[in-house]
């Protein structure tokens, strides 16, 4: 297994338009966590899937964005009529199922640009 | 989750010992410290956690006051691969999963 995967790494677009990532987490792991990061800040969580069911959501999260992970495998996350605010890398991690001491492995991310 | 800080940057020189130390002295006695690493253009990395006692493993070692308000994670040769944030976390441990909650982090640059 290569470990989590996001695709695209990049991506521009209009503001607008809507956008959609992907993330492949590491096969076995049931937990997978979108978290957003912006220039010179730490990451900031946005939700967490425990295989398909989404339990939590970050305040962060506005109306605009959307997560899914139908089948408990793979997730994706719509940002609908992006804003120049919404620029930022899009990171996802994974991690299996256990108390908070299990470590969570980290996607490359997808950054996002809007112009 | 209680609150972290750190410093924003450090220097260390190549094959020395890098310290990074972070103060969480709100800490509850069911929080763990983690520490993680963000390399450039990279997603943020596991390096170690703990709860009171000190923990090794082939990254790095962390040391925790006795009173576990401060922590110390210790690079103990580092190299020019170490150059990135570094991120102390503390949160209960729990099945609620792995949000994490980063800080500003200390940026260190380890110089030739």
Known sequence: DTGVSQNPRHKITKRGQNVTFRCDPISEHNRLYWYRQTLGQGPEFLTYFQNEAQLEKSRLLSDRFSAERPKGSFSTLEIQRTEQGDSAMYLCASSLDGPATTEAFFGQGTRLTVV | DAKTTQPPSMDCAE?????????HSTISGNEYVYWYRQIHSQGPQYIIHGLKNNETNEMAS???????????????????????????????????????????????????
């Open chain 2, 15 to 23: 094959g020395r010992a890098a310290n990074l130390p972070c103060n």
């Open chain 2, 62 to 112: 962390l040391i925790i006051t006795e009173d576990r308000k401060s922590s110390t994670l210790i690079l103990p040769h580092a190299t020019l691969r170490d150059t990135a944030v570094y991120y102390c976390i503390v949160r209960v441990a729990n099945n609620a999963g792995n949000m994490l909650t980063f800080g500003g982090g200390t940026r260190l640059m380890v110089k030739p």
